[in-house]
């Protein structure tokens, strides 16, 4: 399938009129055509236009049709074959192996979703049936349903180049929610996005679907997608990057003259705690399956685990001692763009100038212009608590830090000091850090999204129970997730129909219940 270079505005390929740009390979710094010509606010409105006049009819199909449209943009993506993922290896670094994983869980997402249209639950559907004779006042028949906002501006991650982007979580979410999407993409990868973008485009004419259900708009730096967020058709947005990304487009929605919900998912250090019991017993596995997890695609996750707190001991200066061994000997990785690897140099840098940090690793570097040199470094907790802003602060990339904590008490300081998180993880022996994990776990689900215990936190699984969010600065609203099925809620609000006739009633909430949902009655 050709790459055009072109704005996906519904239908149509629309040639850009902003400022150019290309893509670059992080690994050799070389260009790779074709060239783009960023969109502009015309266009912004030509996508959020069509969108609109989508949203009318697309926001009534039955859950069979929307769910066989996701089901068909699966296929579709599927169908692209080998040419998207070398596509995404030129543009991004990553290896085989990590992209072909990530459009399985694309696809799967997609699937995912599709069974949850047709479930129906995300409707909510609840009937509280009238009672004509009730004493003092009768009450009426009283009927509520979940619809879609209207049209989501989506923004593609640059760690996720699939799964978190064009066709990513927030976008099967607010299709399955039966919302029109606009997408802009991430810069750094506009071909593997463009052929995704294409995809989905023949998906919707396959099952003929109004052309505006999808748009996908590219261009380079923060203007194009202001002025999506601010275009009054938007009626909420999707994204995943940096804090100072999503506090842009936060403030940007919330000075619309009508303010729109922004669910951002920026940033997360991800602490883990070393228990020790668990320290005792496998202090070496622990530190082999640390580095496995800091160091997996360079460390660009938004679940790497940026922050390790264990109590003083012998059993720590082993996992430390491994661990260094191992950071010292890990090669050089290649990062999605040269200008999140002198972000992350910097980050390091910063953190080993401060004077309560001590390096104890740096891993192999090389001349690639985009290369991680991993490191690892360790702090006191008195030393992190005297500056736990600056301690505390995500690093993206291959980089954790170390904290030695005194006691007990200190390990529920660091606990409080700590920003809001995506995950947080506890190593522990069973019987043995039952006490201590149980001080732990109260404050921590105060702190994150996710708890979880003898495990990494990197690695998301697709499912119902996911929650991927968390408070402040990991996400801009700790009430909702960005992935699993949760998410199609974001872009969901309630109607209550009160004494409307069964004619006149939409299918979920009529008496012979067409779509055969689960509802609550009363």
């Known amino acids: 399938m050709p790459i055009t270079g072109m704005q996906l505005i519904g239908s149509q390929n629309v040639a850009g009129a902003g400022p150019s740009f290309q893509a670059v390979n992080p690994a050799d710094g070389r260009e790779i055509p074709p060239s783009w010509q960023g969109a502009d606010a015309r266009q912004v409105d030509q996508a959020v236009q069509l969108a609109t006049a989508a949203f009318v009819s697309y926001r009534e199909t039955t859950p069979e049709q929307r769910a066989a449209f996701l089901e068909a943009v699966a296929q579709a993506i599927l169908d692209l074959g080998d040419e998207l993922i070398e596509r995404a290896m030129l543009e991004t670094g990553l290896p085989r192996p990590r992209l072909e994983g990530e459009r399985g869980r694309t696809v799967n997402q997609l699937r995912l979703f599709a069974r949850v249209v047709r479930d129906g639950d995300w409707l909510d559907a609840r009937i509280d049936h009238a009672l004509p004779d009730r004493k003092p006042a009768p009450r009426s028949d009283l009927r509520m349903r979940q619809i879609p906002l209207g049209p989501v501006a989506v923004f593609g991650s640059s760690n996720f180049p699939l799964a978190f982007s064009v066709a990513g979580g927030d976008t099967a979410s607010a299709l399955a929610a039966g919302a029109p999407v606009v997408v802009k993409t991430h810069p750094a990868h506009p071909g593997t996005s463009e052929l995704v973008g294409q995809a989905i485009r023949n998906a919707v004419q396959q099952c003929g679907l109004h052309e505006g259900v999808f748009s996908l708009l590219a261009g380079p730096g923060i203007d194009l997608g202001l002025a999506l967020v601010r275009h009054p058709g938007i009626q ?65 996750l938004c679940t790497n685990p940026g922050l390790i707190i264990a109590l003083d001991s012998p059993e720590l200066d082993r996992f430390i001692a491994r661990a260094t061994r191992n950071i010292q000997a890990a090669p050089a990785a290649t990062m999605l763009t040269t200008g999140i690897a002198q972000a992350y140099r910097q980050g390091v840098q910063r953190q080993l100038d401060h004077p309560a940090v001590q390096s104890l690793a740096r891993g192999l570097a090389d001349d690639a212009p985009a290369h991680c040199q991993a490191n690892l470094a360790v702090t006191t907790a008195q030393g992190f608590l005297a500056d736990p802003e600056h301690l505390g602060s995500e690093i993206f990339g291959a980089s954790s830090l170390v904290i030695r904590c005194a006691d007990a008490s200190e390990f529920q300081a660091i606990a409080r000091a700590l920003e809001g998180q995506l995950t947080a993880t506890l190593h522990l022996e069973p019987g043995a850090d039952d006490a201590l994990a149980a001080q732990l776990i109260p404050i921590l689900e105060l702190k994150a999204g996710r708890i979880l215990a003898n495990g990494f936190p990197t690695g998301v699984e697709v499912c119902d129970a996911m929650v991927h969010g968390g408070p402040f600065p990991a996400t801009s609203d700790s009430r909702t997730t960005s992935v699993g099925t949760l998410a199609i809620r974001r872009f969901l609000r309630p109607v209550c129909y009160q004494d409307i006739p069964d004619a006149l009633l939409p299918a979920a909430l009529r008496a012979a219940n067409p779509w055969h949902i689960t509802r609550t009655e009363r």
């Open 236 to 300: 909420a947005v999707g994204f995943t990057g940096s804090r100072q990304g999503g506090i842009a487009l936060m403030q940007a929605a919330a000075q619309r003259p009508v303010p729109i919900p922004v669910y951002a998912e920026m940033s997360s250090t991800n602490p883990v705690y070393l228990l020790p019991g668990a320290l005792a017993a496998r202090a070496d596995a622990l530190a082999d399956q640390f580095s496995v997890s800091l160091l997996g695609s360079a460390g660009q």
